[in-house]
């Protein structure tokens, strides 16, 4: 079993960018598909990004391609969400997950077994 723990999360203005980290414990990283999801207030929990085990291969949603950058580094077990050019719709509760099952990126909520707690960002226009 893993443990996620998220970070980065806070206030910025529209335009502005911030890094979320998802830090791994308790089995290795490398072994887990990595998705971020955000959850709005009111809205339904839906996927962001998704990176596969190695890091080669990666998914966006369609509202943040271009704008967010998903990474992994499996030495410091830490997956990463580089988020840059943000708008108040990007305002959110912000969650990674971890897939031990899949070797494709997996979009799904119901794909990802293990989940962190959350890191809120809010984007003021």
């Known amino acids: 079993q893993v443990q996620l723990v998220e970070s980065g999360g806070g206030s910025v203005q529209a335009g502005g960018s911030l890094r979320l980290s998802c830090a791994a414990s308790?089995?290795?990283?490398?072994?887990?598909?990595m998705g971020w999801f955000r959850q709005a207030p009111g809205k339904e929990r839906e996927f962001v990004s998704g990176?596969?085990?190695?890091?080669?291969?990666?998914s966006y949603a369609d509202s943040v391609k271009g704008r967010f950058t998903i990474s992994r580094d499996n030495v410091k077990n830490t997956v990463y969400l580089q988020m840059n050019s943000l708008k108040s719709e990007d305002t959110a509760v912000y969650y990674c997950?971890?897939?031990?099952?899949?070797?494709?990126?997996?979009?799904?909520?119901?794909?990802?077994?293990?989940w962190g707690q959350g890191t809120q960002v809010t984007v003021s226009s």
């Open positions: 990176i596969s085990r190695s890091g080669v291969t990666t």
């Open positions: 997950a971890a897939d031990r099952v899949h070797s494709i990126v997996q979009r799904g909520i119901g794909q990802y077994l293990y």
């Open positions: 308790g089995r290795t990283l490398s072994s887990y598909g």
